[in-house]
RNA sequence: CGGGGUGUAGCUCAGCUUGGUAGAGCGCGUCGUUCGGGUCGACGAGGCCGUAGGUUCAAAUCCUAUCACCCCGACCA
């Protein structure tokens, strides 16, 4: 391609909407333009990346036996009202009213329209596995669109779903997909991604995988061993072996203090004096209907997805302020020996006997010296107070290899995730398959999820991914794996790239011309920002000793190239770097 | 949804307090100049000042409403 046949409308300046670096650097390279909030169209170099991106992970899906299938982009509310999804997408779906007035959902996800396909199709054990995907643009209205194309409200999803007759085969499978996934990000480039366990699901134990890149402006928090043998997400990050006591000595009389209006742990502290890994922060719950107290460390953080197993409810709920007062809590001021007849769930950090303060179950009171036998133990049954670990993981905690190792927390992007669904939406679809006993079984289920545009977004938000010139693309994914720079366009420069863009079409080389009437530095500024992976300057320079110049967007240095070797150079450059990335 | 901020040229912004018919830099066009890391100079095109009302002889500027975009927060008592 000729530059000046393209539309690459580079930007000098930061547009000022742009406040993390990739969408800073999507628009200045001119990958993309924002048509409103959280909606993006792709300019021609942005969505060459895309199609590159989609071509490698088309290429492992059907190299993972993956069959391609397309959907509409919109399916009728009814269909997932039947597996309850309407309400837990909430106002994160798009809905729209179509001229007879029926509802239709902007699709966020396809787990229903494809379970139901399969079921129109597949009736026995004889046709699984199967395992369908599609590439396709997903909707989701969400509350705070932001950061680019990182969180918003159309992005390029490529979703598989497998169907099974067994456990054994969804474990294949799911491992067939895991393996494709580390081929896919390791093809494109993007190798710097981080594997950890996520929410398990309905089915437990590792059953559930994000692919995550590091970076510091990403949304999911990870915790990884420094032993380097466990990194999970912090929603699932378990804690390692940690003692508790709360039998104890008590440190003082129980102490009213007046703390008027505190009701977070940072006030409370201040007034009181007393540093937050003191304090107990203590918080209502309704599991199932029955209330339930749980308390941490003031400078820990309850971990939902943990109470909710320690209690073993299927509903938890935080408490309803309302409702919770008329029972008796003093609701911003509750502390563990609540006045209420209830079950007490105690992470072990919590779980000691030192110096505590704490809500006083009073309004606008707390307390100093809380200790567990003296104020709680003493007056309730003994399996009323549980330890357990109910808090997310911190920096700084035991691994639960238990072999030493400490967790290190960090931020990334989620890029991926492969998540064994089990029977939850052939349950609620009724799609059963004939085994060979001829009985109708539910189909299980795992489904594989690849966000495209964030792969382009986390790579350059990543490390890896720019310098202060700009993007620095993989070979692999690059919108043009070379760029001809000329220092002007006329004469016999302008013979001699011609001459070279030539070869290197036919050699079958993604190139790009700088055909433009510029200055030379202008092309080197661009050429830098977009990132393109080689670049060959031919000049007067150069040609005097019929030489061009050839320099690796990663390189400081140029290498000096006869003109005749420089596009077999080339080739062989990018051969080099699609084999190792 | 709550709080905050911003809407003026393609981009980054000034002008608004103290109303008087619109500005700079970059970009764009022409000419010249320069020519290996965002040359320099001259001339020029380009804006119903987000939208709608209101106040006023007169509104980018003051008032009201509305829309859009950005940021922070939104069950850690």
Known sequence: MRWSNSMIPTLREVPSEAVVPSHQLMLRAGLIQQVAAGTYSYLPLGWRVMQKVMDIIREEMNAAEAVEVFMPAMQPIESLERSGRNVDYGDNLFVLTDRHGRAQALSPTHEEVITDMFGAFVKSYKQLPLTL????????????????????????????????????SLGAVYQRQYDAYCRIFDRCGVDNYVIVEAESGPIGGSASHEFIMPCETGEDVILQSDKGNYAANVEKCEIGERGHELAGEATGELEQVHTPGCATIEDVGKIMKVKAPHLLKTMVYEADGSWVVAVVRGDHELNEGKLKEATGASVLVMADEARAKEAGFAIGFVGPHVPVSCKTYVDPDAAQAQFWACGANEADHHVKHFNWQRDLLDHVDDDCVIVADIRNAAEGDPSPKNDGGVLRESRGIELGHVFKLGSKYSDALGVTVLDEQQQARPVLMGCYGIGVNRILAAWIESDHGRDEGGIIWPMAIAPYQVVITTIKYEGEVQAAADALYDELLAAGVDVLLDDRDERAGVKFKDAD??????????????????????????SEDAEMVARGDAAARAVALIEEALKTS
Not at 153 to 164: G, I, L, P
Not at 529 to 554: F, M, Q
């Open 133 to 168: 995907y599609q590439i396709q643009t997903k909707f989701r209205d969400e509350f705070r669109p932001r950061f680019g194309v990182l969180r918003s409200r159309e992005f390029m999803m490529k979703d598989a779903y497998s169907f099974h007759i067994d456990e054994g």
């Open 529 to 554: 920002l977009i990132g393109i992976p080689l670049r060959i300057t031919v000049g007067d320079r150069g040609l005097k000793s019929d030489e061009v110049e050839l320099k690796a967007r990663t």
